[in-house]
């Protein structure tokens, strides 16, 4: 399969794609099978005719009610994790033409403009495979607790008013907290590589999402109470040290979360908490 | 089992774990200072063989562009190697710091997995980039060491020998091949060094561009940008004193050099001196007896 995935990603081609989409063809969807985690994979495509405005989600419910491949052989229903349908709730991402990104808002016409063109689904490589184009993004979640990505409230009585937010820190924030732990930067990541070990998660490297989840929060009235915990963590091993700056997180970013700003800041957060600590610390 | 046997977290983590944070800043530090001022100041001297002649003033009357070069460059070496204090102690912490950041390096190199081929974008190109020279620069840096400095002359095509009195000649015999010139494993040394300086260039300016952002200077996107351009401008300037340094070392005839700093040393030091320091070179024992004992006292 040789595709032009230098240029997959560009606005300008998907644009160029929808406007010569020819109505009635039938594309081929080729899709990374796995039986189960641990298990090796292999590739199946499907022929399947497509209507306009369709998506990568619509294809995947026509294979599964008619599981046939493109040379006849009946197969399993490919299965597949999706949650909104409308790009805000990250659980549908999977690694489109070789890059990752949500297969919701992946609209056929763009990828796939003429008879024949092919499209192919690979299940993110970053976290273990659950089944097909499924996957575990626990370890997701587990950056996000090694950073206390919340607002600490010790007590189930009223607080009272938050405290007040600026308009320029408000605005940093709401950028930030835009995100919807997809695992895209994760998985456009050369640092953050497939960690089957749960016990290795908690050195490896942290990932993106997370860095700028705690930058979030240490931003925040009452959340930067855990600043220096979050600091600590973040200045431990697979913390943001060990970003590699290819800023390929940001490009993939679907929701345009300033990520390499925020893994400069907290560069700078941990580099003052060095100091403070060396010097006032226990 | 009960609190006493149970082992801390701090117990399980490996040395790199415990110290993360120290070592990456301090292989950040260490790519800065002292090796990236090391390396400015290098290739400022070695590309003085290539613009010298203009420096030299009235100095230079009457001399070839070339001629100058060896000059001016002949003079800054034996600035270097005669009275700067402390020599060995700056040599040896410069190696220790190459040495840590080397290691360091390729320790955190082995971590990451490029992905240009899905992501072909520009910062993940020089990402991949970044490590691959680190790479190559190591083995680039050991050769170049090893034989211009530690005289592993078995290294060098010709077995020239470079001598901080005959620097410039020295030099272009080991990079041509010989001292008399061009040889075929000379262009493949010359072809070395070419992809060693510019390699290793590269992996200087674009650190300094990386730094900044973890040490956390640069933190928004139009700062990365404006430092990207202070450290492209740097870069640029380095790769041409690099480049210089190079193209003059292939274009100054050995042979021509060596006549202009044997008569800088009998000019500074008389004949004496020049015949001690070529029987050294050359592995003569020295001349006579009075020569011996009438040189330096």
Known sequence: ?282 | MGLAGAKTVSDRQSFFERHSFLLRRLHSLSGIVPIGVFLIAHLTTNSSLAWGRFALRGEGEGMSIAQGGVKYFQEEVSYINEQVPHLLLIEVTLWVSIAFHAILGVYYATTGKGNTAHYPHMDNWRYSLQRISGYLGIAFIFYHVATLRWGWTWLVPGGTQWSHHFSASTLAAAIQGSPEGWTALGVAVALLYFAGITLLVFHFANGLWTAAITWGLTVSVPAQKRWGLVCFGLGAGLMLAAWSSLGAAFMVDPQEARATEAEMILHEHGPEELQRIENKLEGRPPADEHANAGGEG
Not at chain 1, 191 to 201: I, R, S, V, Y
Not at chain 1, 237 to 257: I, M
């Open chain 1, 1 to 282: 399969m040789s595709l032009p995935q230098a240029h997959q990603s560009t606005l300008a081609w998907r644009q160029a794609n929808r406007a010569k989409a020819v109505p009635g063809r039938t594309i081929v969807m080729t899709v990374r099978r796995c039986e189960g985690p641990g298990k090796l994979g292999w590739f199946e495509s499907f022929k399947i005719p497509v209507e306009p405005n369709e998506n990568v989600i619509s294809c995947l419910q026509k294979i599964a009610a008619n599981p046939v491949t493109a040379d006849g052989k009946e197969t399993t229903p490919v299965v597949w994790d999706s949650g909104c349908l409308e790009e805000v709730c990250g659980a549908c991402t999977m690694v489109i033409n070789g890059t990752v990104r949500q297969s919701c808002s992946c609209l056929i016409d763009e990828y796939a403009p003429e008879e024949g063109d092919e499209i192919t689904l690979e299940p993110m490589s970053k976290f273990p495979v659950i089944r097909d184009l499924w996957v575990d993004r626990a370890r997701l979640f587990n950056s996000l607790k090694r950073v206390r990505g919340w607002v600490p409230i010790d007590s189930t009585a009223a607080l009272g008013p938050g405290p007040k937010e600026d308009q320029a820190t408000q605005s940093t924030r709401y950028a930030i907290s835009e995100c919807m732990s997809c695992g895209c930067c994760l998985e456009a990541c050369p640092q953050f590589l497939l960690e089957g070990d749960e016990d290795a998660w908690d050195s490896a490297f942290i990932g993106a999402h997370a860095i700028a989840q705690a930058r979030l929060f240490n931003l925040h009235g009452t959340g930067k109470n855990l600043a220096p915990e979050r600091l600590d963590e973040l200045m431990g091993p697979g913390g943001v040290a060990d970003c590699g700056n290819a800023q390929n997180c940001v490009k993939v970013c679907p929701k345009g979360v300033p990520l390499t700003e925020s893994i400069g800041a907290m560069g700078r957060g941990v580099t003052m908490h060095a100091v403070t600590r060396f010097f006032k610390g226990k």
